[in-house]
């Protein structure tokens, strides 16, 4: 095939996958009814998968096992022999799918694919932006179009972990005029935040947006912040990151236009406890919101210990600060952490649609709005997060926490 789409199948797909993936007609046994349907879905997919970017070895291998798990229903073929790497490579992922039914193994093709796409769209929509891209930002990438002001976490292959730069904790000064394009602007992600932040809320957007590139929002804090011990020792370093964290969430606290968070995927720790500072949170069907704060030897931030149990009510807050239990978007829309759910195909699509329209609103009606429902809050919670960000000085010099970092950091443990 000479167009760009055969191209970029044969710049990622290892010559057996490709076979087995670009079989023309499927011989699916089912109902007609069930078949017409999903058969549909599962050829658009067929052939949605060829035009994705290299989604990387991982996923070619449940892709692989979920086509032949539908198509030929469970492993059927004799195990390859061990030297036999990438037989075998495929070969146990088909095996581990068990007896998966074809159909759930069809949707669950289906579903892997239109997540894919999402996110390839989604940092595709970075290209056309390059041009209204505000300069200055190695972590995000910040862009001002129809009165909204986009603040995208932009490191995808550490699912946005957001990075603290040792030694270089610049405190958040809301009277500097310290400018994004400034040349002392820091790397790391917590104070690119800060300052797209201050950028955003004296630029003239009517509404700011938080969202993430890739296949998550954001996975929290970057655990590696923790070995990056300045000279001073681990204490002076547990204090500055108090203090950088204060800084942070107090940015959230006092932002002063509509902030929106997209989640477009999974989110987790302090990315999900400031979503109880945001006024409208929409959440991708794909999205989960994860606070395993007692696992990492940690405790709640981002003013949730208060946001939480008033949105949720004590009980299913507990379960989530102090118990980690992840929640789907579906149940954080139902305990009202979620504005809206979307179906992950058409999430950007209709956020954004929905979003532009409430763009043209009159700005300074909103911003009052806002201030009327949030000020009486403010003082409250600013001590709420000073409050927070002193016990977790102390929960990161402990021995659980330090345990739990390792865990991850030596691969011994994932959430
Ligand atoms: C100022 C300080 C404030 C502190 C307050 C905040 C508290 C928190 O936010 S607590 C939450 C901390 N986050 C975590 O514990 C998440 C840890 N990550 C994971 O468990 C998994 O990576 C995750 C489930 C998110 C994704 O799993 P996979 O889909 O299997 O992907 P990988 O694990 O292979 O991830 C790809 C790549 O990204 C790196 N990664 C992801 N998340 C983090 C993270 N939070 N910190 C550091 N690194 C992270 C991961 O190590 C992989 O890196 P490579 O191995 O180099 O590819």
Known sequence: MAGAAGRVVRRWYPSVLRSSLQV???????????????????????S????????????????????????????????????????????????????????????NYVDLVSGLSSSSDSSSQVKPEADRKQPGYETLVVTSEDSITKIMM????????????CLRVHKYQPSSSFSPTHSDVPSEMYNEIMLALKAASKDDSAITVLTGNGDYYSSGNDLSNFTDIPPEGIEEKAKSSAILLRDFVDCFIDFPKPLIAVVNGPAVGISVTILGLFDTVYASSRATFHTPFSHLGQSPEGCSSYTF????GPAKAAEMLIFGKKLTAAEACAQGLVTEVFPDSTFQKEVWTRLKAYSKLPPNAMRISKQVIRNREKEKLRAINAEESRALQERWLSDECTNA???FLTRKAKL
Not at 36 to 45: I, L, V
Not at 92 to 101: F, I, K, Q, T, V
Not at 154 to 165: D, L
């Open 24 to 46: 023309p007609a499927l011989q699916l046994h089912m109902s007609k009814t069930a078949m017409r349907a999903s058969q549909k879905d599962f050829e658009s997919a067929l």
């Open 48 to 107: 949605q998968v060829k035009r994705l970017k290299d989604p990387g070895n991982e996923v070619k291998l449940k892709l692989y096992a979920l086509y032949k798990q539908a198509t030929e229903g469970p492993c059927n073929t004799p195990k390859p022999g061990v030297f036999d790497l990438i037989n075998k490579a495929k070969w146990d992922a088909w095996n581990a799918l068990g007896s998966l039914p074809k159909e759930t193994a069809r949707q």
């Open 154 to 165: 932009n490191r995808p292959a550490k699912k946005n972990a957001i990075t603290i730069q």
């Open 309 to 312: 149990p008033k949105i949720m």
């Open 405 to 407: 970092v390792m865990n």
